[in-house]
């Protein structure tokens, strides 16, 4: 219905209409079976991404929970607490015995899962790319990443070298520390 304004890839005339209803996207492409594929594509790549956000919170989930049950303790005993970037951030009083408690001497923060742990503002500020990147490994690893990180430490202990400093989940969480700060 109406006068044929352009071609699709096998070389069938349609009007605008017809693109429209076909495509499902507008008028603006030539191809329309090009078109498609991009519209379809583009709907199956965002479900795609967003079950992938959704897993990366799920899979750590168990550590998350506790983590947010401390980061609860912290703020009823008179620390604070933000949501940034997916991410719980808390501090305070109760924190700082928290990490005193820590088996590794000196912690400042810590992370769990999506919930980062620091004795005060300026200890969360120092260490934010550091912990991030523990969120990203829990994302990674899930469950399994305090077995996995623990595993790890015993064996650079075993060897002679530093159960903490020599771990790789520290190193690439000190690697990606040193790459904020040239940025």
Known sequence: TGE?????????????AQRESVTGCGKG???????????????????????????????????????????LTIRL???????????????????????????VRGVIA???????IARDDICLAQTNAHEREHVRQFERWGLLFPLIYSAESIYRWLRGESPYSDNRFERAADQAALREQKN
Not at 4 to 16: L, M, Q, T, Y
Not at 50 to 63: D, E, G, S, V
Not at 78 to 99: H, I, Y
């Open 77 to 103: 005993s008179g620390g604070k607490w933000s949501f940034r970037k997916g991410v719980l951030e808390t501090c305070g009083p109760a924190a700082r015995l928290l990490l005193r408690l820590h088996p």
């Open 29 to 71: 492409a030539r191809l329309y079976h090009r078109k498609i594929a991009r519209c379809d594509g583009g709907v199956r790549w965002r479900k795609v991404t967003a079950m992938r956000r959704l897993w990366h919170y799920l899979w750590p989930m168990p550590i998350t929970v506790i983590g947010i049950v401390l980061a």
């Open 4 to 16: 044929p304004v352009g071609k699709n890839a096998g070389g069938d005339r349609f009007n605008g």
């Open 110 to 116: 810590m992370a769990m899962g999506h919930v980062v």
